[in-house]
Antibody
Framework: EVQLVESGGGLVQPGGSLRLSCAGS????????MSWVRQAPGKGLEWVAN????????YYVDSVRGRFTISRDNAKNLVYLQMNSLRADDTAVYYC????????????????WGQGTLVTVSS | DIQMTQSPSSLSASVGDRVTIACRSR??????LNWYQHTPGKAPKLLIS???YLQSGAPSRFSGSGSGTDFTLTISSLQPEDFATYYC?????????FGQGTKLEIK
């Protein structure tokens, strides 16, 4: 069974840092792009960042670029989100998601998601 | 960034109703459009990929259509478990963007 499990969320003060982890199992982790998506309280889904299979390409939404860093360890089947200079508006449930495309010409989709981990930024 | 706009933002319907949710992109995205179902406390679930392809395991009452800038998600006969929030998402280019969501409620 394909599974993603996030960890590392919690309460942090504004300006603080947190590192989220996402463990993948049930599939060949190194074959897929991976993404982080968040949902702030009462808001919709927001894509945050993604990383290529070998880690050589990374993309971010403007609101986190320069503060958040996505990385992965394929030997451990882990993807990370290092979050620095956290702000109140970063408060959200953070999901990791597996990206999948049927072939190289097929558009990506997010076919598997974790249950999410809550990050609360507050003093 | 490609802005995605869903309509309506909320919808009240009854079990057995046929429901359609629209999604429009500010620029052409070919068929790079996915639909997700999200229930509070659960992981989002992929329903439709590439605008019209039903994901394995998703019920056949769900269907998607469209290309370019205009897309629709249709539920042919609402079931109790379908009351949730639905999101469209473009994966034509990063930053991947979602619509604001359509909350489907029981009438």
């Amino acid at each position: 069974e394909v599974q993603l499990v996030e960890s590392g969320g919690g309460l942090v003060q504004p300006g603080g840092s947190l590192r989220l982890s996402c463990a993948g199992s049930g599939f060949t982790f190194s074959r897929n792009w991976m993404s982080w998506v968040r949902q702030a309280p009462g808001k919709g889904l927001e894509w945050v960042a993604n990383i290529k299979q070998d880690g050589t390409e990374k993309y971010y939404v403007d609101s986190v670029r320069g503060r958040f860093t996505i990385s992965r360890d394929n030997a451990k089947n882990l993807v990370y989100l290092q979050m620095n200079s956290l702000r109140a508006d970063d408060t959200a449930v953070y999901y990791c998601a597996r990206e999948y495309a049927y072939n190289s010409t097929w558009p990506q989709n997010f076919d598997c998601w974790g249950q999410g981990t809550l990050v609360t930024v507050s003093s | 960034d490609i802005q995605m706009t869903q309509s309506p933002s909320s919808l009240s319907a009854s079990v057995g109703d046929r429901v359609t949710i629209a999604c429009r992109s500010r620029q052409r995205i070919s068929n790079s459009l996915n639909w997700y179902q999200h229930t509070p406390g659960k992981a989002p679930k992929l329903l439709i990929s590439a605008a019209s392809y039903l994901q394995s395991g998703a019920p056949s009452r769900f269907s998607g259509s469209g290309s370019g800038t205009d897309f629709t998600l249709t539920i042919s006969s609402l079931q109790p478990e379908d009351f949730a929030t639905y999101y469209c998402q473009q994966t034509y280019t990063t930053p991947y963007t979602f619509g604001q969501g359509t909350k489907l409620e029981i009438k």
